[in-house]
C-alpha cells in the first residue's frame, strides 16, 4: 500500500511525474479537514504547519538545509522552485523567481516575480557582505556536490545555457531535450525535488511530526500569514505566483510597495521564524 501511496503522490506532482489527467485525482491525498484533524473546523482551523513549528523546522537544519528552506517558509516557493535558481537572478536586493525561455524552463503558471530580500535571508544564502566577487550559477547545490560528479560546478547560466544548446541541437522531442536539461542542471550540482524532499523528511522525522505534514504546508503557512497580516490580495497572489485577474486595476496599478508589504507581514506574523534563521545561521558561525 505503501508502494502505490508513492506511486500516486509522484505520478500527481507536476515536479514529477505529471502523469494523471486533470479529472483524475489523487486518491490517497486526504483533504485538509481529515489531515488536520479539527473536527471539521476547515479553514478557520490552524494551517497543517503553524509558524512555530516552522520556526522548530528552521532550528534543526544543518548548513545545507538551511538556505532551502528558508526559501521555502519565508517566501512560499513552490517546492520545485529552488531548484531553478541562479546568483545571476539578484540584483539590488531581490531574488528573480522567472522562466528561462533558453533552457525551455517555465515556472507553474509562466509568471515571473521578484522577491523583495531581507538581510538575514540574504546572510542564509551565502551572499550577504560580498564585495570584489560575483558568484554565478546555480544559487543552491546538493549536499555533497563536487567536481567528481558535477564536472558543470560553479558554470555560469550563460554557458550552461550554451551547454544546453550545443547537447540538444538536432533533438525535436521534448522529453529528450528535457532530460538532457536535468541532466546539465546535475553536473552542475543542481538539486532535484526529489533532493529537497528527502531532507524535509528527514527532519519532519527527527521532530516527530506526522507524516501528513508536507513540503506544500510551508507555502499554505505563507500564505496564510500574508493574509492575516492585512496584505493586499494583489500582493499576495503577485508573490505566490498566481494570476492578477483580468480587471482594468490591475493592468494600470503598480506593486510598488511590495518590499514594505513583505517586511511588515514578515514581523508582525513571522517574527518566530525570522529569529529562528538568525539564531541558527550564529549558531552555525554565518
Not at 35 to 64: K, N, Q, W, Y
Not at 85 to 114: A, P, Q, S
Not at 159 to 173: D, F, N, P, Q, V
Not at 258 to 268: G, K, M, N, P, T
Amino acid at each position: 500500500m505503501d508502494t502505490v501511496r508513492a506511486m500516486y503522490a509522484w505520478a500527481s506532482d507536476v515536479h514529477r511525474g505529471n502523469l494523471l489527467p486533470p479529472e483524475c485525482s489523487n486518491t490517497f491525498h486526504k483533504n485538509r479537514d481529515e489531515r488536520s484533524g479539527d473536527s471539521g473546523t476547515g479553514l478557520l482551523g490552524e494551517p497543517d504547519i503553524t509558524v512555530g513549528m516552522a520556526a522548530d523546522f528552521l532550528r534543526a537544519c544543518d548548513l545545507h538545509q538551511l538556505p532551502i528552506f528558508a526559501l521555502l517558509i519565508c517566501y512560499g516557493l513552490r517546492a520545485g522552485e529552488p531548484c531553478m535558481l541562479f546568483h545571476e537572478h539578484i540584483e539590488d536586493g531581490w531574488l528573480k523567481v522567472v522562466c528561462l525561455e533558453k533552457l525551455e524552463y517555465t515556472t507553474k503558471g509562466k509568471r515571473d516575480k521578484w522577491l523583495p530580500l531581507v538581510p538575514v535571508i540574504e546572510k542564509s544564502l551565502g551572499i550577504h557582505g560580498i564585495s570584489g566577487h560575483v558568484a554565478v550559477g546555480l544559487l543552491l547545490r546538493r549536499r555533497y556536490a563536487g567536481k567528481a560528479d558535477s564536472p558543470l560546478l560553479g558554470t555560469s547560466l550563460a554557458k550552461l545555457i550554451a551547454e544546453y544548446e550545443h547537447r540538444t541541437m538536432g533533438i525535436s522531442e521534448a522529453a529528450g531535450r528535457e532530460e538532457i536539461r536535468q541532466t546539465i542542471l546535475r553536473e552542475a550540482g543542481g538539486l532535484d525535488y526529489d533532493a529537497i524532499s528527502r531532507e524535509f523528511q528527514r527532519i519532519r522525522s527527527q521532530l516527530g511530526w506526522p507524516d501528513t505534514a508536507t513540503l506544500k504546508d510551508f507555502r499554505h503557512l505563507f500564505a496564510t500569514c500574508m493574509q492575516n497580516s492585512g496584505m493586499p490580495e494583489r500582493y499576495i497572489k503577485y508573490l505566490l505566483g498566481h494570476t492578477q485577474g483580468r480587471e482594468a486595476i490591475v493592468h494600470y496599478a503598480h506593486l510598488n510597495q511590495i518590499r514594505q508589504h513583505y517586511e511588515a507581514a514578515l514581523q508582525s506574523q513571522m517574527k518566530p521564524v525570522i529569529e529562528a534563521l538568525s539564531t541558527r545561521l550564529g549558531i552555525l558561525g554565518l
